[in-house]
């Protein structure tokens, strides 16, 4: 399964995609077939800050809730509402189903991500697939 | 023992088929330091009719054949016969939760009706399958606000009972969710000039009781406004479900927690009864407590299933909305029969019939005795005050075979000889003219109770 | 090949709408005498208070009623019917004198703020249970009050929290092994604890290395269910107990797998500081589809003090009474005194057996347990070698080589005319099937299940698809929870069909 080798990864299955300003996170297509059918996603307000590593929303499959970890720290420009009424964009297509888009507080946290290929092994050991 | 299927023999095949000696091997992991040696110290093993014989004992001991006058958050109502005879079936008294659909649709589809009547009922948007009662429902419906708002203090109605209201204190105190009383006006009301000073930026709900502990209707819209202009949630609780047949719902509130046991539960010495929390789409993530929908199976046909799972302990843990897990599903089943059996008429005919007997009971108090708290609706509890000490007129009465109304002073001291006094359809006209007429005899004189009359042990 | 199902069979059932697809205006179930005092003019009196409308609820015949609800029950599977074979749930047969005992004219209209002297009865039904459970648990004293067992979890982290406050300050984390049950980490989380996680070892119980390093001052107490959720009984309690104890911390025990022990061994002599107890579960009162439960909690003499109020206490007189004055109490967990009508009904089952009856009654449990686990061995993947008590964890380690989970199995199994037993839980097994029969199954009950766990692992590798596409037999398919949590649908409206 490929993964856009323009983005970065975390361990815990998030994706940024950034200009060195502003970055747009989801979710990876491992992510979303892990949890199966997703249901709802919660996603912070314009405006609120997130801090790379801790959790700023989270997302629901029926019977499982996953936290969403920031990749990055910044302030939250855009939310995707379009995941509000249709959550199964996400497993329709995680890598453009994007969930927020914020300004980069310090672009250099994306430095100690993984790249798509880094993450695509990563996965493979994770039991992925 | 007769309740286990199993014969010497079968017990002895088992132990064969495992591979072990004895029963004592099964429990060879337990440390030996630790076996019990000895029977239990419980009582001998009773057969079937000796048990009945205790229970019925136990039943005269409690007497019965009296009249009753109390109400304060626990109301004697009719039970229709049928409620019985249905919940007895044993696919729903001995059913496990519904977690597996296919083989509990008839659990499913009797709590969905329940949420939509509750939903009608209360005129909120949706509802949940029970909290344990109206207590506890008001306590997670405040928790509910905090959430949502994201602010921490709650400003509490006086006039809320106040066993609701120490059951509140207890889960608050441990969520740092500081509790500011608005006291009561001379109508019995929420005092609205005391309620909009206590209101602050910091408020995350004002919750209030309609009708109230006293049986007076507060003036809900005039509460939500204040609430709602500080960006408050408001959270009506009501104990006296038969209200609602009458009584215009509560509208404005964000969240209604319920106390439903008034719908066909027995009053049963204090439980089990049944809460249920109302509100307003929006807020239905935030909801505690189980939530069934409606949805289809892999012919298109409709079915029902539990939803918005995530919400609860089994899935969310430490982060879930509440640590419920059972609930009072078969009592929620007793109040949807009784719902079902009243429904739409008659409903509202037995909220007349409870209006009419206050009424008539209000009005002949009043001619002996002063009926407090005028100036404002009430359903179908009133308070009574008189110059004699309600403990001493209870114990009196008593003799009569009729159970008077609840003492007041130990709750609200300020109010002196006070007594709240409830009349259902179950009330007779010859119980009221009865108790009028006893408590009348002493009025005029003062008597204080005794230590026997007072029931409460006090160190 | 299709295998013989010999449990259950299709048969024509009725199909039922909604009721209120039923209703129809002038149609009445109910009717109230005459009144007995004078009318009133209720918008004279209510104003702007009365209630116009009662908007869609139903009005429908009595016959309606009996026939809508007596063929939605023939939809459900129940106890009644055959096993349930749910862990932890311990489904046993709920006794029908109880009922009938709880019925009693006496009991069942008794206001709770009726005089003590026409409460007697009642009263002393509150003290023998609370005589009965104290001797059954070991311990010293116990509240009824809690309604269920995740608020007794509740009551007993309070309980807690005002004892560590009374002996300097409350600490702050509770220690939760990976293995509890979702109130655990809930409760703690409610009562404004912090929760850490306790690995299991390699057996699936309490690693004792790593709780010697996780405990110290801060953390206020230990939550353990003995037997664990994999039915195995820690036995290292003894260590856990002295670890916990050294350093201040309390250990609260789970009663959620009392099935085990009750007559065998009593956790206020290993060690347990406080309980609950799931009446539900143990004590035979009926699940009704969900409740109402019973949780009351045990303690050891030194908590007494912060019992929720009141406390049932004998008076001078010899009377039974509630004490309200109790200045260190951590207040009331719910308004009056309990799920009284279970208390009534656990009782009627404790004198129903005894204290030979109740070891019985474990024993039998336990016994059935084994079986089962000897039954299924080889056909299920057993993830702990270690004896079980009234429970066994299988995982379907061997089946998900197919593409086939738990959850698919159970539905299989409702093929064969029973009900699922626990999937996915405890997680520290992927894949869970948790089994506990309780004593109420027959071996003839228990030989089915086995039979039929067996055709299925059978049918997984010679035909996964028809585990994968169960169940085939029952009214509805699998339905589609996905739309159910999408787009929720919580009541019906009259638009809907």
Known sequence: MPYPSDFKYTKEHEWIKSDGRTATIGITSYAQDSLGDIVFVDLPKPGSEIAAGKTFGSVESVKAVSDLYAPASGAVAEVNGELATAPEKINKDAHSAWMVKITLKDPGELNSLMSAADYEKFVAEEGGH | ?459 | ?497
């Open chain 2, 1 to 459: 023992m007769r309740y286990l299927p199993k014969s010497p023999a079968d017990r002895e095949a088992l132990l064969r088929a495992i591979g072990a000696r004895s029963i004592d091997d099964l429990f060879a992991s337990i440390p030996a330091e630790y076996k019990l040696d000895r029977d239990l110290k419980v009582p001998r093993q009773m057969a079937e009719s000796e048990i009945v014989d205790w229970f019925r004992e136990r039943s005269r001991e409690n007497g019965d054949g009296y009249a009753t006058f109390l109400g304060a958050g626990a109301y004697y109502h009719y039970r229709p016969v049928i409620i019985d005879s249905l919940i007895s079936r044993g696919e729903f008294l001995t059913a496990y939760t519904p977690y597996q659909a296919e083989i509990s649709q008839g659990t499913l589809q009797s709590i969905f009706e329940f949420q939509s009547m509750i939903c009608e009922l209360t005129g909120m948007e949706v509802a949940n399958a029970s909290m344990y009662d109206g207590s506890t429902a008001a306590a997670e419906a405040v928790m509910m606000a905090v959430r949502l708002t994201g602010r921490r203090s709650v400003v509490v109605g006086r006039s809320l009972h106040p066993e609701y209201r120490e059951v509140l204190a207890t889960y608050a105190f441990h969520q740092q969710m500081p509790l500011s009383l608005a006291g009561f006006g001379e109508n019995g009301r929420v005092d609205l000039k005391a309620l909009e000073q206590a209101i602050t930026e910091e408020t995350a709900c004002v919750l209030i009781q309609s009708p109230n502990f006293f049986g007076t209707i507060e003036d809900v819209a005039a509460v939500a406004d204040l609430a709602h202009r500080r960006g408050a949630m408001l959270v009506v609780s009501i104990a006296e479900a038969v209200s609602l047949g009458i009584v215009e719902p509560p509208r404005q509130a964000d969240v209604i927690a319920m106390e439903a046991q008034s719908f066909g539960v027995p009053l049963g010495f204090g439980g089990p009864y049944c809460g249920v929390i109302a509100t307003r789409e929006q807020f239905v993530r935030q909801m505690p407590g189980r939530l069934v929908g409606q949805t289809t199976d892999r012919n298109g046909k409709r079915g029902f299933v539990l939803t918005l799972a995530t919400r609860e302990q089994h899935i969310r843990r430490e982060k879930a909305t509440s640590n419920i897990c059972t609930n009072q599903a078969l009592v929620a089943l007793m109040v949807n029969i009784f719902m079902t059996v009243y429904g739409k008429i008659g409903l509202r005919e037995l909220a007349k019939q409870n209006l009419a007997k206050a009424v008539y009971a209000a009005q002949q108090f009043g001619k002996h005795a002063k009926v407090l708290f005028p100036g404002a609706p009430r359903f179908n509890e009133f308070v009574v005050e008189t110059s004699e000490d309600p403990h001493a007129i209870n114990s009196r009465i008593l003799g009569h075979k009729i159970v008077g109304g609840f003492p007041l002073k130990k709750f609200y001291p300020e109010l002196g000889n006070a007594a709240l006094w409830c009349c259902t359809e179950m009330t007779t006209r010859t119980a009221i003219d009865t108790a009028v007429g006893l408590v009348a005899e002493s009025e005029g004189s003062v008597k204080p109770a005794t230590e026997a009359d007072v029931e409460e042990v006090t160190r």
């Open chain 3, 1 to 497: 090949m299709t295998h013989p199902t010999r449990k259950a069979t299709r048969h024509v059932n009725q199909n039922e709408g909604l009721i209120f697809e039923k209703s129809s205006p002038g149609k009445a179930a109910w009717k109230l005498p005459p009144l007995d005092v004078p009318e009133v003019d209720t918008k004279a009196l209510l104003g702007s208070s009365e209630r116009k409308d009662l908007g869609n609820l139903p009005e429908v015949s009595e016959i309606e009623i009996i026939r809508h609800f007596t063929r939605l029950s023939t939809w459900n599977y129940a106890i009644d019917l055959g096993m349930y074979p749910l862990g932890s749930c311990t489904m046993k047969y709920n006794p029908r004198v109880n009922e009938v005992v709880s019925r009693f004219d006496g009991l069942a209209n008794a206001h709770p703020y009726q005089p003590g002297k026409i409460s007697q009865g009642a009263l002393r039904i509150i003290r023998t249970i609370s005589d009965c459970l104290i001797e059954i648990t070991g311990m010293d004293a116990i509240t009824l009050q809690p309604a269920a067992g995740a608020h007794g979890e509740m009551t007993g982290l309070l309980l807690v929290r005002a004892y560590q406050q009374s002996k300097g300050h409350p600490r702050k984390r509770i220690l939760i092994p990976d293995s509890a049950h979702g109130t655990n980490p809930a409760t703690a989380a409610m009562v404004g604890y912090a929760v850490e996680n306790l690995k299991s070892n390699a057996q699936g119980m309490v690693d004792v290395g790593a709780l010697a390093a996780q405990m110290n001052e801060d953390v206020a107490a230990l939550m353990l269910t003995n037997p664990n959720t994999l039915g195995v009984f820690e036995q290292d309690i003894h260590k856990i107990a002295d670890i916990m104890h050294a350093k201040g911390g309390l250990l609260y025990m789970d009663g959620a797998n009392m099935n085990a022990l009750v007559g065998k061994v009593r956790p206020g002599d290993f060690g347990v500081d406080l309980m609950h107890l799931n009446l539900h579960k143990t004590f035979s009162t009926p699940h009704g589809g969900g409740g109402p439960g019973s949780g009351p909690v045990a303690i050891k003499k030194m908590l007494e003090p912060f019992l929720p109020t009141p406390v049932l206490v004998t008076k001078p007189d010899g009377t039974l009474g509630f004490d309200y004055h109790r200045p260190q109490s951590v207040g009331r967990v719910r308004a009056f005194y309990g799920n009284f009508g279970m208390f009534v009904r656990a009782l009627a089952y404790t004198l129903a057996n005894g204290p030979d009856g109740l070891r019985q009654t474990t024993e039998d449990a336990v016994l059935n347990a084994n079986y089962i686990r000897k039954g299924l061995e080889g056909a299920y993947d057993l993830p702990y070698s270690t004896p079980s008590m009234h429970e066994v964890v299988f995982s379907d380690k061997l089946q998900v080589k197919k593409g086939v989970r738990t959850m698919d199995i159970a539905k299989r199994l409702i093929d064969y005319g029973f009900h699922p037993y626990t999937t996915a839980f405890p997680l520290i097994v992927p894949g869970a099937l948790m089994i506990e029969p309780t004593e109420s199954e027959s071996k003839e009950e228990m030989d089915l299940f086995i039979e039929a766990m067996r055709f299925i692992a059978e049918e997984v590798e010679e035909d996964p698809e028809m585990v994968l596409t169960a169940p085939h037999t029952t009214r509805v398919s699998r339905l589609d929870e996905v739309a159910a949590a999408r787009k929720p649908v919580l009541r019906w409206k009259p638009s809907h069909s």
